[in-house]
């Protein structure tokens, strides 16, 4: 999240009180409007929630759907009917009602004082994950709080192999998010490549994978398409968004999104990409903005 345009996603969550959100792109593309049938195929797009807390969700599923999206992301159990009623995937879970624990991001499992609370709410949702058809549950290393990273990696082993067993037993995938922590999650342990890789590697799980957020890690690391095609084996999830700024991902930043997503697609990556940029372009509520980076990454 970009700390200039006042806007995060714990901010965004609180303010949605876990119910709706809206998506936005440039006006010349207005007229796109890419349905199912006219999309590629090679890449599955979503969508984040929380980037469009302004907008009703049930809103935010009608567009999702007439774009050719497949799902929307960051979606906890009181979205699931809404996105079911319109045959849409919750492309990642998010938390729940009750198990609020999970969508916190600094309180994480690099932290050995939070593993009861998530042990407990991770067996509890896993299952109901499972029940209402979905994959993709995501997770946090949370902050360092004075960890050094090596202990924090054997903190985070011991603590998701409490729940690895049963995400296994499920068909589960956990996606441990890479987030900046230069500009956006000041004290966020997992926030590069080489450190939630080894995590993967230490774990040894197909059920553990890392959300590989491009945003985030072109801010940490830059290199991005060699670095997904080194670690596809470990990457679950993609997120997207403009650099600098978390805007738009059209000529006023400066990756070049077609790029990185043939990377991803001749890495032979089958899951999902969300858009998770925050509209500049406020018009058609910022719908005409997610067409075009939908257009962009449809290669």
Known sequence: MNNSSKINRRNAIKAMA?????????????????????????????????????????????????LGLVGIDLIGAEGWDTLKKYGLTSTMCYGDLEGKSTRDLTK???????????????????????????????????NSRGIDNKTGLQNCVNGLKEIIPTAEKYGVILNMEL????????????????????????????????L??????????????RTISENKEYYGHFHTAGVPGRNEIDESQELYY??????????????YVAQEFIPKNKENNGFDSLADSIRRCDV
């Not at 809206?22 to 010349?28: C, E, G, M, R, Y």
């Not at 590629?40 to 935010?60: A, D, F, M, R």
């Not at 077609?258 to 899951?271: D, K, L, T, Y």
């Open 179 to 210: 987030l900046n922590s230069k500009v956006d999650h000041n004290d966020y342990m997992c926030d590069n490549s080489e450190w939630g890789v080894a995590l993967c590697k230490a774990l040894g799980s197909d059920n553990f994978k890392l």
């Open 18 to 66: 876990l119910s709706s959100t809206a998506l936005a792109i440039p006006n010349l593309h207005s007229e796109i409007k890419p349905k199912v049938a006219s999309l590629k195929g090679n890449i599955n797009h979503s969508v984040c929630q929380w980037c469009y807390s302004n907008i009703p969700l049930e809103t935010l599923a009608k567009e999702a759907k007439s």
């Open 108 to 142: 994480g499992w690099c932290d050995t004082k939070y593993h009861e609370g998530l042990i407990k709410h991770y067996k509890r949702f896993i299952p109901l994950v499972a029940e209402a058809g979905w994959t993709n549950l995501i997770c946090f290393s949370g």
């Open 258 to 271: 077609p790029a990185i997503m043939e990377a991803i697609v001749e890495s032979g990556f089958e899951g």
């Open 212 to 225: 590989y957020d491009i945003y985030h890690m072109q801010i940490m690391e830059g290199d991005v398409i």
